[in-house]
């Protein structure tokens, strides 16, 4: 690791990473009320800070991807076996790449198949069939997909703190 190389991420990076993973979590049970709900003014509300949300996470995603390649970021640790790096590399762009492409599938359906003029005209009837909206079958695909990578990115984590005892998490925080 050269002098140049940073041993931790930005401030800027660090309040990304963390408030997307707070708000990807919190829309898990959110988009799964959602979608329990029978259409009604609940329903209704819950669909606008379900794309609300949806919406700064792309727009704070696409910002956290921006940075990505315009602020130094710290080298794998030099310790890390080959399929580590790998395996981590790999991780982190799936995770980065399926978050925004479940949030572009999202506004797809929630613009292009009636939901939107729902929430601008506060009716809920009548609501459009979620089985026959090829973009929020996609959309679904793609959040199993953002749980089994966050759990698999927090598991991956947890290893590094409590097992390894390598520090990795302080590349991701907050302290110098």
């Given at each position: ?47 606008r800070i379900h794309a609300s949300v949806g919406i ?121």
């Amino acid at each position: 690791m050269t002098n140049s190389t940073p041993k931790t991420y930005t401030r800027s990076v660090v309040i990304l990473h963390w408030l997307i993973a707070l708000l990807v979590i919190a829309m898990i049970p959110l988009g799964k009320n959602l979608a329990a709900l029978d259409p009604g003014p609940d329903k209704l509300m819950l669909m606008r800070i379900h794309a609300s949300v949806g919406i700064a996470i792309l727009i704070f995603s696409l910002a956290r991807l921006y940075l990505h390649f315009r602020r130094p970021r710290p080298a794998p640790g030099a310790e890390w076996a080959t399929w580590t790096r790998i395996s981590s590399t790999a991780a982190h762009w799936a995770l980065m790449a399926i978050t925004l492409l479940a949030t572009i599938s999202g506004l797809g359906a929630f613009t292009g198949y009636g939901y939107l003029q729902l929430v601008q005209t506060s009716q809920w009837q009548p609501w459009p069939d979620g089985a026959a909206i090829p973009p929020l079958n996609v959309h679904h695909f793609l959040v199993t997909a953002i749980i089994a990578l966050v759990i698999l990115h927090a598991a991956a984590a947890c290893y590094h703190q409590f097992i390894r005892k390598d520090g990795l998490l302080k590349r991701m925080w907050f302290s110098r």
